[in-house]
């Protein structure tokens, strides 16, 4: 019920205050009630998609603990990583791990950074050309690209309705591998450019894309515009 702003006593006789109501009706606000649903279907989205990405980077980290390892392949890979870590300036520790837990090689961790190697490519390749590949798998290194995977990662989960947001993380993702490719050739003689080339090449065209893991950089991401890029780089 209101009050009057003004004491009854000092109103002239034969005035009196109006009854006024107690009751206030609210009309429901629709667009009130959409936005809700709309607030509820984003936090929704969001939940699934880190579930998802929480969920792939647990099972990657229970992959490499429980996968087989090759303790004599990663000993004779030591001094090359040793060596590539003096030519770029990397003072923190890179561990080496040959696994089967990856298709392709790749970097994981930011704390404690880790390359993963599948046997098949350590097996497979020559010296130089796995020189190539630790050189390019260091450079993500030093640019930190698993913290920046984490970023664009939340972005992804924050703006997961806008296609625009996905096509641009993917679009920042190949520039990063050629980035790193650009890198990793500023590191070689120029003979030595072709066959980098073909070395990445050889990794394109045989191992499949790395898995979608914030916690994991791989080495393939966007095979035929990699390649095209690849090539207008060696080419160059």
């Not at 009751?23 to 936005?35: I, K, N």
């Not at 993380?169 to 590191?187: F, G, H, P, T």
Request: aromatic share 6%.
């Amino acid at each position: 019920m209101l009050r009057s702003a003004v004491p009854v006593s000092v109103l002239p006789a034969g005035i009196s205050l109006p009854r006024v109501s107690s009751t206030v009706w609210f009309q429901p606000d629709p667009w009130g009630r959409a936005g809700d649903l709309l607030v509820a279907v984003w936090l929704l989205g969001i939940a699934l998609v880190a579930l998802r990405l929480l969920v792939a980077s647990i099972r990657l980290q229970r992959r490499v603990a429980r996968a087989g390892r090759w303790p004599e392949l990663e000993a004779g890979l030591v001094p090359l990583l040793s060596e590539c870590r003096a030519k770029l300036g990397i003072r923190r520790v890179v561990r080496l791990v040959v696994s089967d837990a990856v298709k392709t090689p790749a970097l994981r961790g930011v704390l404690r950074p880790a390359l993963l190697l599948p046997p098949n490519v350590v097996d497979g390749f020559t010296q130089r050309e796995l020189r190539h590949v630790v050189l390019h798998e260091l450079w993500h290194v030093r640019r930190l690209d698993v913290a920046i995977n984490w970023i664009l990662s939340a972005i992804q989960a924050l703006h997961w309705f806008n296609p625009l947001v996905w096509f641009a993380v993917a679009r920042i993702k190949e520039e990063r591998e050629i980035c790193c490719d650009e890198l990793a050739l500023s590191c070689l003689e120029e003979e030595e450019r072709f066959s980098y080339g073909t070395t990445m090449l050889r990794l394109l065209e045989g191992f499949r894309t790395a898995a979608p893991i914030p916690a994991l950089v791989g080495i393939v991401n966007h095979k035929q515009q990699m390649k095209r890029s690849l090539l207008a780089i060696v080419g160059g």
